[in-house]
């Protein structure tokens, strides 16, 4: 074992070994202020830039909120388990959080384990909670600096949210860029949105700059009918240069 550590860890004269977990992943959102912190939502994304969770890992396909997988057994577990004894230490080494809290955390036998903290909404996560809440976010943003939380009742619509995020070509690696991205053609109802990841304006026109361009994100009761609304519209966009994965939502879709 000695050998093998000075032959591959050169720099080093320690090895660290950590558990293998193996389970579904899921983003827990919280918002803090000094005193309290209030649940702003679920999302489970893919990663995995091919169908059926193959190929390299992304910054995310798509998504959808809320996730299934966190019922009320598992989240008094996160909360008791991760997110009090995290915000306790914190006031004990008197640098209380104020912010929003992202919780990655890894789903094994109905068992959370953290995988990491972010302090910021996810992407593309923070594309399906937010279609989701009904409280003014400014509000919220406000009461969470003036730690006046515990005052506001957070409140959300009923329906389910999912995006797609539709790709530039040879994303994640060298991807194409600059190439003219038409949207004319799209009329959106007040459940339907296109947020902007990777384009630019030249010259009055859209075009794509970057390797996640468009994030199209649809409301709806049911995630297979919001999966086959959002590819109508990718369909209307019919951008050639571009690709996205047509199983997002696979693990709630295929369950039923």
């Known amino acids: 074992m000695k050998s093998s550590v000075k032959k591959f860890f050169k720099s080093s004269k320690k090895l660290v070994l950590e558990e293998f977990l193996e389970g579904e992943e899921a983003s827990y959102f919280l918002i803090v202020d000094k005193n309290n912190f209030s649940f702003i939502g679920s999302a489970q994304d893919h990663k995995r830039v091919g169908e059926n969770e193959t190929g390299p890992n992304t910054g995310g396909m798509g998504a959808y909120s809320p996730a299934p997988i966190i019922n009320k057994n598992l989240e008094k577990k996160i909360i008791n388990k991760i997110i009090k004894p995290t915000l306790d230490a914190l006031k004990l080494k008197k640098h209380p959080y104020t912010g929003f809290l ?81 949207l004319k053609h799209i009329k959106l109802n007040k459940k ?44 209307i966009i019919n951008w050639s240069y571009g690709f996205f994965r047509r199983d997002i939502g696979w693990r709630v879709i295929n369950k039923k």
């Open 102 to 182: 992202y919780a990655g955390l890894m789903i094994k036998n109905n068992e959370p384990y953290l995988i990491e903290y972010n302090v910021r909404m996810g992407d593309p996560e923070c594309q399906v909670i937010m279609p989701r809440l009904k409280t003014d976010l400014v509000q919220l943003l406000n009461a969470s600096v003036e730690n006046k939380l515990k005052k506001v009742k957070i409140k959300w619509i009923k329906n389910k949210c999912m995006t797609t995020v539709l790709c530039a070509k040879g994303y994640p690696n060298k991807n194409i860029i600059n190439q003219k991205v038409d």
């Open 192 to 235: 339907s949105f296109i947020f902007h990841a990777g384009t630019k304006i030249k010259n009055g026109l859209l075009f794509s700059n970057g390797g996640r361009v468009l994030n199209i994100v649809v409301l709806g009761n049911s995630f297979i009918q919001i999966r086959n609304q959002i590819h109508k519209i990718i369909k």
